[in-house]
T-cell receptor
């Protein structure tokens, strides 16, 4: 049973560039979450999908951020025109929704650490 | 007031000590309560999960929830140097989780 995987693990970019991160959830999980974690803080919710539908977006998710989960499997998170304030760890988690035999217990991937210069 | 408050520490204890980590919350809609452990530059790892008031034990770890006081705790018995990490409380309804800031624990041999 493989866990949640994320790629890349580290990304260094220059301000103004676009970046895209990928998350592969645990295979039978139908929910996929994105969180952002800055130094000394707990993860903060960004958005989540159930299957391919994006069901909720945080107000933290500015219009420079877009997430997709086209076939209900892997997901991508794109940040356009990156700013220094986007530097953070981007975490992906997956779960099995309640009613599908699950309890929505979320399992996290290793994260993608973004540094914007 | 933040939805979830956690004393950020840091906390340093000798090996073998009993450690108590605590969080308070304000949202009565929270139904699920978790503790995650996070090593430096890694993703959070689920330690304990509970959805009812009372105690839940797993090896050296005990999670305690008091819904009437909106208070949760994690106890670590016989702490080991390998327990040195940041501990995050998290809670939610049926979807997104709201996390505390995390408590950095160091267990000294």
């Amino acid at each position: 049973d493989t866990g949640v995987s994320q790629d890349p693990r580290h990304k260094i970019t220059k301000r103004g560039q676009n970046v895209t991160f990928r998350c592969d959830p645990i295979s039978e999980h139908n929910r996929l979450y994105w969180y952002r974690q800055t130094l000394g803080q707990g993860p903060e919710f960004l958005t989540y999908f159930q299957n391919e539908a994006q069901l909720e977006k945080s107000r933290l998710l500015s219009d420079r951020f877009s997430a997709e989960r086209p076939k209900g499997s892997f997901s991508t998170l794109e940040i356009q025109r990156t700013e220094q304030g986007d530097s953070a760890m981007y975490l992906c988690a997956s779960s099995l929704a309640p009613g599908r035999g699950g309890t929505d217990t979320q399992y996290f991937g290793p994260g993608t650490r973004l540094t914007v210069l | 007031q933040k939805e979830v408050e956690q004393d950020p520490g840091p906390l340093s204890v000798p090996e073998g000590a009993i450690v108590s980590l605590n969080c308070t919350y304000s949202n009565s809609a929270f139904q699920y309560f978790m503790w995650y452990r996070q090593y430096s530059r890694k993703g959070p790892e689920l330690l304990m999960y509970t959805y009812s008031s009372g105690n839940k034990e797993d090896g050296r770890f005990t999670a305690q929830v008091d819904k009437s006081s909106k208070y949760i705790s994690l106890f670590i018995r016989d702490s080991q140097p390998s327990d040195s990490a940041t501990y995050l409380c998290a809670m939610g309804g049926s979807e997104k989780l709201v996390f505390g800031k995390g408590m950095k624990l160091t267990v000294n041999p």
